[in-house]
């Protein structure tokens, strides 16, 4: 009589509850590594194979990575709105007298909490958050590339090779 194989390595966490609880977690904008870094989590790379094994945790696990990302940005806009403590009162030199003045320090911390929250954002989904890089090519003079039209029935058989062997070598192998 033959005995079962037992699996190598330790058991799968996996549960419909364990995935639910990190697409909530996720939902909130908390990030992946911070959510597996607590007791009783999986690994990401254990995550990241649930992913590749199944896709219905796959898409659970996008939608709500789409959904904290809305979440970080509500975020930046309740920060950068939020201007209870941008200025502070301040005793005037010599005096009773109290001065408004500008809260440099808690301005310069929201920035720091918006700009952080916008630069995750730029890494984790470059498509949808990232800086738009645009670049154009100009002839000469920053006008218009010059295009020019040939009429192969005029080229000589010489030069017909020439430009059908220059295409043959530059193809990659195999093509």
Known sequence: MT?????????????????????????NGEPLAVICREEGMPDTSTIFDW????????????????????????????????????????????????AVQLNSEHVQRSKLRVDTRLKLLAKWNPKKWGELLKQEVSGPGGGA???????ASKLSDATLNELLNARTASKPFGE
Not at 3 to 27: D, F, H, N, T
Not at 52 to 74: C, F, N, P, W, Y
Not at 145 to 151: A, E, F, G, L, R
């Open 3 to 27: 005995q079962a194989k037992k699996p190598v390595g330790r058991p799968s966490k996996y549960s419909e509850a364990l995935v639910a609880e990190i697409c909530a977690r996720l939902s």
């Open 51 to 98: 992913q590749k094994a199944r896709t219905d945790v796959s898409q659970a696990i996008a939608r709500a990575r789409e959904a904290g990302e809305e979440r970080i940005l509500a975020d930046c806009l309740e920060i950068a709105d939020d201007g209870r403590n941008d200025y502070m009162q301040k005793l005037a030199d010599g005096g009773d007298e109290r």
């Open 145 to 151: 590339i010059p295009v020019s039209t040939v009429d």
